[in-house]
């Protein structure tokens, strides 16, 4: 058997399961199609959207087994015939495998769309950009593409301190907007040190009022990261042609006035990074190579593990034990496990 044949291994599921379901795995090598790369993988990070595939609440084509997992960067093994701009030995990543028949991003080896893979900035460290890709993607996307954010406006992001709303507030920043966010009121250090103009305490009663003070002729846009979804706040504090885009929070069910809705010309927007388009993703992979460059964000907390920590990964996630926490998985052994 040559080193190109031999099995792969890789952790991952062979049904829609929980987390204890997910296991080490031995699968075929992948062969590289005439637009695929082979990626060897150095480091993979774990997602709350992986917990949603993982256990079929984000439906979608799966190949079972499956290695679980989205997001990957690693060094380029191989490169198809039609493939042009990456070449063997070049880092690269990509943020959008493990869903709609794709193979996973935990395994040692994997088969990447071309179209699907961007080259990662020279000296930047694998693991902080596994990390980054799907906060600052995700954001990215949230923030422009769907948001349609434009400098002078006034943006509130919702979550603040968190994965995902950290990387909105440093998007929207560059965009020269001005930002509000809302964290708990030991994050708004943070969140000010990130660029946000304004930082208010979620667990203010009267959180309506505060955001009216900040922006009396109302928020242009409105990124609610933390899935509370309360659309009658948010539609009562929009601007004219204000919009707000829904990004989290699968199984919540807010009430939507929508008299005072269709009367401003305000839209409300449903974004899953799950169904971006590739193109979408090419436009998103710009900005997050321009953050990762320009180490615009990091992980407040990196916590590194091996593959076979995934199961236990994907159970502190769905606990909601990584507050400020970033988990990356490695082929090798890592140092999940002591930390436990």
Excluded at 38 to 47: C, E, F, I, P, Y
Aim: charged residues 20%; aromatic residues 4%.
């Amino acid at each position: 058997m040559t080193a190109e044949r031999r099995p792969v291994h890789a952790a991952g599921i062979d049904r829609l399961t929980d987390a204890a379901g997910i296991g080490e795995l031995v699968l075929p090598a992948p062969s590289c199609g005439p637009d695929q790369v082979l990626l060897r993988v150095d480091a993979v990070a774990v997602n709350h959207v992986d917990t949603f595939v993982r256990s079929g609440v984000y439906a979608t084509d799966l190949d079972f087994p499956v290695a679980v997992g989205r997001d990957a960067v690693g060094t380029v093994e191989a490169t198809g015939t039609g493939v042009r701009g990456v070449g063997v030995g070049q880092r690269a990543w990509t943020n959008s495998l493990g869903f709609d028949g794709r193979p996973g991003a935990t395994a040692e080896l994997v088969a990447v769309d071309a179209e699907r893979l961007y080259p990662l900035p020279d000296g930047v460290d694998p693991l902080i950009a596994a990390a980054a890709l799907h906060p600052c993607a995700t954001a990215a996307l949230a923030v422009g593409r769907h948001g349609q954010l434009e400098a002078g406006q006034t943006v509130y992001v919702a979550g603040g301190a968190g994965q995902v709303g950290s990387a909105a507030i440093v998007v929207a920043k560059a965009r020269g907007a001005r930002v509000l966010a809302s964290a708990s009121a030991a994050d708004a250090d943070y969140c000010r040190g990130l660029g946000a103009d304004v930082v208010l305490d979620y667990h203010d009663a009267d959180l309506a009022g505060r955001l009216r003070e900040a922006a009396p002729r109302g928020l242009n846009v409105q990124v609610d990261t933390s899935g509370h979804n309360d659309l009658e706040m948010a539609v009562d504090l929009a601007a004219r042609r204000g919009r707000i885009v829904v990004m989290a929070g699968p199984a919540s069910t807010p009430v939507l006035p929508a008299g005072q809705l269709y009367m401003r010309d305000a839209s409300v927007h449903g974004f899953a990074i799950s169904n971006a388009t590739v193109g979408e993703l090419a436009e998103a992979a710009q900005t997050v190579n321009t953050l990762l460059a320009d180490r615009a964000w990091e992980p407040r907390n990196l916590v590194r593990g091996a593959f076979r920590d995934a199961g236990w990964a994907h159970a502190q996630l769905e606990a909601g034990q990584v507050h400020g926490t970033r988990i990356v998985l490695l082929p090798q052994h890592g140092d999940a496990t002591a930390g436990r």
